[in-house]
């Protein structure tokens, strides 16, 4: 189940007929010469755009080469008009770039004032209401552009894949889960349908799935991605199994008009007692699929998950920010050997959930906390089924995209990493990084009232993510402000 898009890009330039149409002509052919050089695909329309009636057949163009996303080009100061309408007509994200000049010994004929026909561009996408991707600085030679088209793929393939997404959730949202109780009139906004089950459903289904034909093939193969060492109760991947198949094919049978899929499932207690194992294993399996699964019915946190992995084009995960590092594991562990103090960390844990890819070691086991709620010191039974261990260290953003309790959209992004460190407990935990982080956890986390699961993806991507919330209009994207930058509220005397 192929679960996010594939961007196939098409390329339209645009000449203010004032102008030498060949200048944008030439320009477009350096660019798309420039792109390919670089590894890049993308299908260059012929038909140069002055006038309504070649934008039509420009977009006809695109759209009959099976283009997605458009690139367009502004190769001189180019028709405002015209090439804002692409953006009206094309069914897909656009980005508006523009073509700088190129010598100093062709500035008469040579001169395309793209410079200042970006600026009426802008202004002309906002009369009209219409979204469009621009780069933070949209000019550049035909090299610094393809750089830009490079770094729209991810964000083009984020909007896709939301403009035909469907969240499925299973049970109600938990009563002492607050947090995960946000409203879901802000997903209808962003173009994001939604289908709300019963637990019972869910139970149903699992149930017709016993003795599917399927299962032993299927726990083979997770006993091979486990190994010897992971894989410490082979009894359970059966019931594993049929879980996994009952959840992709639920995902079949119910995306209906959508593409897309991302789950958001009750998962403690009553899940337990019923199904007889915690789903956290095949939570992380199907996360690795490019399949999030949200813990506690977290439909923003499974909405996060994958636009981190559309973004990324990788698996996620959706951590809680969870506890504070110990002041003796600071010390012994981390002050001297690394850049940050003790208020830029945290350890971020969720009970097994993060797919094995993303894990130092991966190893089946019992989860701890429901062991004590549910099976109270007998041997674990009905609590098998988290997958645990350390998360490997390396570069991460942490960030959300969140309704809050007065159906607004809001977002955070944070940069850091997670760092070679042991973080001696259980679950799927790291020690996280990020700079600044203390006063990122009061004056946003805290300040704007987020929940406390985040979802996290394995890299550098906040650019992107910012262009993509960005786009969907979020009114406000918070970050982690370096020292000397006071947040709105943040007190100056503090």
């Known amino acids: 189940m192929n679960n996010i898009p594939i961007v196939k890009l098409g390329l339209i330039t645009v000449s203010r007929d004032c102008f030498v149409i060949s200048l944008s002509e030439r320009r477009r052919s350096a660019l798309a010469k420039a792109y390919t050089d670089a590894g890049g695909q993308i299908f260059e329309a012929k038909t140069t755009v002055e006038n309504e009636n070649d934008m039509l057949r420009a977009a006809n163009e695109v759209r009959a080469a099976g283009c997605n996303a458009l690139v367009v080009l502004l190769g001189n100061f180019g028709p405002e008009t015209p090439e804002t309408l692409l953006a ?5 994200p656009v980005m508006y770039i523009a073509a700088a000049e190129e010598s100093g010994d062709d500035l008469i004929n040579g001169r395309g004032d793209a410079y200042c026909g970006m600026l ?5 996408l906002g009369l009209r209401k219409l979204k469009a991707v621009i780069p933070p600085y949209p000019v550049g030679t035909a090299g ?13 393939r984020a909007l896709l894949g939301l403009s035909s997404l469907k969240v499925i959730t299973f049970g109600p949202r938990p009563q002492d889960f607050f947090a995960c109780n946000a409203p879901i009139k802000p997903l209808y906004d962003i173009g994001v349908e939604i289908q709300e089950n019963s637990e019972l459903d869910l139970l149903v289904a699992f149930k017709a799935h016993e003795g599917d034909s399927r299962i032993p093939a299927l726990a083979e193969e997770m006993a091979g991605e486990l190994g010897a060492c992971g894989n410490t109760f082979p009894d359970l991947l059966p019931k594993l ?14 995306k209906g008009a959508r593409e897309y899929v991302v789950f958001a499932n009750k998962c403690w207690p009553a899940f337990q007692s019923q199904f007889e194992f915690v789903p956290c294993y095949v939570n992380s399996r199907l996360a690795a699929k490019l399949i999030p699964v949200a813990c506690e019915v977290d439909i923003y946190g499974a909405l996060s998950e994958y636009i981190g992995s559309c973004v990324s084009g990788e698996s996620v995960t959706l951590l809680d920010i969870n506890n504070t590092v110990p002041n003796d594991v600071y010390a012994s562990d981390i002050q001297g050997k690394f850049d940050y103090a003790h208020q830029d960390l945290f350890m971020g844990f969720h009970c097994g959930n993060t797919p094995k890819e993303r894990l130092a070691e991966g190893t089946v086991k019992h989860q701890l906390i429901m062991h004590r709620l549910l099976e109270n010191g007998k041997p674990p039974n009905i609590t098998r089924g988290t997958l645990e261990g350390d998360i490997a260290s390396g570069d991460i953003t942490l960030f959300r ?6 159906a607004a959209l809001q977002a955070y992004i944070a940069q850091g990493e997670v760092l070679p460190v042991a973080t001696r407990s259980f679950g799927g935990i790291g020690v996280f990084a990020i700079p600044e982080m203390g006063r ?20 550098h991507h906040g650019k992107a993510l910012h ?11 918070s970050f982690n402000q370096p020292k000397g930058m006071l947040y709105p509220r943040e007190n100056p005397f503090a």
């Open 241 to 254: 199994a049929q879980y996994e198949l009952t959840l992709l094919d639920w995902a079949k049978a119910n």
């Open 120 to 124: 009426n561009c802008s202004y002309n």
């Open 144 to 156: 610094e552009l393809a750089v830009m088209i490079h770094e729209f793929i991810p964000v083009a």
């Open 440 to 459: 990122f956890y009061r004056h946003v986390l805290i300040g704007s009232r987020y929940p406390h699961h985040g979802a996290v993806a394995f890299g």
């Open 88 to 92: 009206k007509h094309f069914d897909g």
């Open 401 to 406: 995209l969140h309704g809050s309790a007065d």
């Open 467 to 477: 262009t993509v919330f960005d786009y969907l209009g979020m009114p406000n994207i």
